[in-house]
């Protein structure tokens, strides 16, 4: 297994399907685990976007597919009752249970995003992981643990103002790159 992921390391981070490498930091902790499964299930999620809205073009129309499918389709959300559960950070635990924090959530919903052509890059907002959705003209924020929700403008300043002190992104806060896993494992 560590061979497997000793690859991610020397890969652009563009180049990282962020799902399968996180199933595969997840399998470290799970040495009997057969991926197949969680493989499927992925794929199946992606399936179920394509039908639900594939060729969603607005970021909004994108937001809500994702959200429908996820959401209501496969059940997924953050876990409100036990946030720091280590559970949620596992990504074959969040697929099995449905319930996860916002970066494991984040991964999923960037993922099927991604596999679909959609511009989706996961925000390192501070103390809560968000996704931004399409391209600069059309972008727009969604918060996975929150059931897909888009977040508008005012709500994520709001955020920014109370966590930092200021109310606009800076260098450190977008977007989340190759440190995305490592932030999901160490949870």
Known sequence: MTNTILHLGLMEDG???LDLA???LAALDHPDIDLDEYVDELTDIEIALRAADGDAVSSVAQAQALS???VEEFGFSGDRMHYDDPQNAD???VVD???GLPISLSILYVAVARRLGWSAMPL???GHVLVRLGDASDALIIDPFNDGRIVAPEQVQALLEQMTGQAQ???GMLPLSRSIGARSTAA
Request: glycine share 0%.
């Open 169 to 171: 992104f800076s260098d």
């Open 91 to 93: 990504l074959i635990a």
């Open 124 to 126: 390192n907002t501070p």
């Open 22 to 24: 996180a199933l595969e």
């Open 68 to 70: 429908s499918v996820m």
């Open 97 to 99: 249970r449905r319930l």
């Open 15 to 17: 180049e990282i399907e």
